[in-house]
């Protein structure tokens, strides 16, 4: 995350303004905030502020607000370790997301489901869903976003390269 991005997300937190024109549409500027916190690994701020986020939230909020917040959820767990939870995270972003018709939204998903899956040992997919995101990154011209993407897709095909001579020793032994 950019040090700019969260000395602004910082400024908003401080002004006690809710109202940010954001990913999940005109709902919040947390999602910009939890991201920056989770980037800079204040897990723990990153998850108090998450509750009063989704607390905010009603049953029935944007789809896209629902998607961010539980793409936020995800990557919270993933940095925390916990890749089963960030597991279900996912899968519950990705329901929000059905029939959703926001690029952006729609690959920052697919990169954090692609870190979900190089934790869980699936390089592969991974890397597939980041081919998924890196086109729709490409169509936007979102070049941070894409730059996040390209490191990830290099920390995941560098992650498979490394897996490969594992499994040769395995069958080797």
Same mark, same amino acid.
């Given at each position: 995350?950019? $040090?700019?991005?969260?000395?602004?997300?910082?400024?908003?937190?401080?002004?006690?303004?809710?109202?940010?024109?954001?990913? *999940?549409?005109?709902? @919040? &500027?947390?999602?910009?905030?939890?991201?920056?916190?989770?980037?800079?690994?204040?897990?723990?701020?990153?998850?108090?502020?998450?509750?009063?986020?989704?607390? %905010? +939230?009603?049953?029935?909020?944007?789809?896209?607000?629902?998607?961010?917040?539980?793409?936020?959820?995800?990557? +919270?767990?993933? *940095?925390?370790?916990?890749?089963?939870?960030?597991?279900?995270?996912?899968? %519950?972003? &990705? @329901?929000?997301? =059905?029939?959703?018709?926001? $690029?952006?939204? +729609?690959? =920052?998903?697919?990169?954090?489901?692609?870190?979900?899956?190089?934790?869980?040992?699936?390089?592969? *997919?991974?890397?597939?869903?980041?081919?998924?995101?890196?086109?729709?990154?490409?169509?936007?011209?979102?070049? $941070?976003? +894409? =730059?996040?993407?390209?490191?990830?897709?290099?920390?995941?095909?560098?992650?498979?390269?490394?897996?490969?001579?594992? *499994?040769? %020793?395995?069958?080797?032994?």
């Amino acid at each position: 995350m950019n $040090p700019q991005v969260a000395c602004i997300a910082e400024e908003y937190h401080n002004s006690g303004r809710k109202e940010f024109f954001c990913i *999940a549409g005109t709902y @919040d &500027w947390r999602c910009l905030e939890i991201e920056a916190l989770i980037r800079l690994g204040r897990l723990s701020e990153a998850e108090t502020a998450l509750a009063e986020m989704e607390a %905010d +939230l009603s049953v029935f909020g944007p789809a896209a607000a629902r998607t961010a917040a539980a793409t936020l959820r995800a990557d +919270l767990a993933l *940095a925390g370790g916990h890749t089963v939870a960030a597991t279900a995270e996912i899968m %519950d972003a &990705w @329901d929000h997301a =059905q029939n959703l018709q926001a $690029p952006l939204l +729609l690959a =920052q998903l697919e990169i954090s489901e692609a870190r979900q899956l190089r934790q869980a040992g699936e390089p592969a *997919a991974a890397i597939a869903r980041l081919a998924s995101a890196r086109q729709r990154l490409s169509r936007l011209g979102a070049l $941070p976003h +894409l =730059q996040v993407c390209d490191r990830e897709l290099a920390a995941t095909t560098a992650a498979a390269r490394s897996s490969v001579p594992r *499994a040769r %020793d395995v069958i080797d032994a």
